[in-house]
């Protein structure tokens, strides 16, 4: 808060409207506000000439994704019951609403899934609480990929010491690694390899 500027909020994978205003359904106190209620017990704001609170200037709302017309209404309608002016997040299409296709439709995605600090390895996961489906729900610790019964399988939950242990079996190379690229492909090598692995599935 003493701060100058602003730290605008991002929440993600889930219902834009409850995830926004608040889910009533909820057993949870916190997700029955929603996020932007919370932001104004947690960093306070003021009252507009309209009689609608503001967040205070320091904090934001972004729901940068998967908001069409009739989700940015029912956003709106939900700030607006709960006394809330509708500038307290800013809504987004994305590609969702543009062409309905996004990177969750072939469930591909790069996620951070370990790291190192202070010389100590930790393995991550992004596992959001409001993707009950586990959609969302990404590798943990260190991974490799190796080839058994004519099949490529990935595995997961390493550290750096069951990774070393498989030796060549991993099949996954490192490409890019302090700051460097260290290993790179060309658009004709990748054509090439699509090309190979689609006649190994799919004979043709």
Request: neutral net charge; hydrophobic residues 35%; proline residues 2%.
């Amino acid at each position: 808060m003493a701060r100058e500027g602003k730290v605008v909020i991002r929440p993600d994978s889930g219902d834009p409207v409850k995830i926004i205003c608040g889910d009533a359904a909820s057993d949870r106190s916190t997700v029955q506000k929603g996020i932007v209620e919370r932001l104004f017990e947690l960093f306070g704001g003021t009252i507009n000439s309209k009689g609608f609170k503001e967040l205070d200037p320091h904090i934001g709302v972004v729901y940068g994704d998967s908001i069409t017309v009739d989700r940015a209404d029912k956003i709106c309608q939900g700030l607006l019951d709960k006394g809330f002016a509708s500038t307290n997040t800013i809504l987004g299409i994305g590609s969702y609403t543009y062409q309905y296709v996004t990177r969750d439709t072939f469930g591909f995605a790069l996620k951070g899934t370990a790291e190192i600090v202070n010389g100590e390895f930790k393995a991550i996961q992004k596992r959001p609480a409001t993707d009950t489906g586990n959609f969302k729900k990404s590798q943990k610790g260190m991974v490799a990929v190796v080839f058994e019964n004519d099949e490529f399988r990935l595995i997961d939950g390493l550290t750096p010491q069951t990774v070393a242990d498989l030796g060549e079996r991993n099949l996954l190379e490192a490409c890019y690694l302090n700051g460097e690229f260290i290993h790179t492909s060309s658009f004709e090598e990748i054509r090439n390899r699509l090309k190979t692995e689609t006649i190994r599935v799919y004979g043709k």
